[in-house]
């Protein structure tokens, strides 16, 4: 059974860092996508980033130069560093796992993703 568990969420100041972690257990297979989104209050839920199996790296443009996503194959963990954080960067994280490639056109979309996490408050407040 796949499993996904977050890590590294918090409390920051406007324009600080944080590093979140995802672990994923249960894979059969060490080529799997994974991704992160957000939810803030009130509002749905939107991909933050994605680390496709066949390799490419997609943002959504809100965090383009802030954000970098980063994989570590033999700790199955999927890594976002956060720098110049904003206060409209407040949401819950929640990583998400699958087993096929995504492309431009999709790795946003929620229902491509089959397993998640938890998630994680990320909170950015002076």
Same mark, same amino acid.
């Given at each position: 059974?796949?499993?996904?568990?977050?890590?590294?969420?918090?409390?920051?100041?406007?324009?600080?860092?944080?590093?979140? /972690?995802?672990?994923?257990?249960?894979?059969?297979?060490?080529?799997?996508?994974?991704?992160?989104?957000?939810?803030?209050?009130?509002?749905?839920?939107?991909?933050? /980033?994605?680390?496709?199996?066949?390799?490419?790296?997609?943002?959504?443009?809100?965090?383009?130069?802030?954000?970098?996503?980063?994989?570590?194959?033999?700790?199955?963990?999927?890594?976002?560093?956060?720098?110049?954080?904003?206060?409209?960067?407040?949401?819950?994280?929640?990583?998400?796992?699958?087993?096929?490639?995504?492309?431009?056109?999709?790795?946003?979309?929620?229902?491509?993703?089959?397993?998640?996490?938890?998630?994680?408050?990320?909170?950015?407040?002076?």
């Amino acid at each position: 059974q796949v499993q996904l568990v977050e890590s590294g969420g918090g409390l920051v100041q406007p324009g600080g860092s944080l590093r979140l /972690s995802c672990a994923a257990s249960g894979f059969t297979s060490p080529y799997y996508t994974m991704g992160w989104f957000r939810q803030a209050p009130g509002k749905e839920r939107e991909g933050v /980033s994605c680390w496709s199996s066949d390799g490419a790296t997609y943002y959504a443009d809100s965090v383009k130069g802030r954000f970098t996503i980063s994989r570590d194959n033999a700790e199955n963990t999927v890594l976002l560093q956060m720098n110049g954080l904003k206060p409209e960067d407040t949401a819950i994280y929640y990583c998400a796992a699958d087993g096929v490639p995504k492309y431009y056109s999709t790795w946003r979309w929620l229902n491509e993703y089959d397993y998640w996490g938890q998630g994680t408050q990320v909170t950015v407040s002076s």
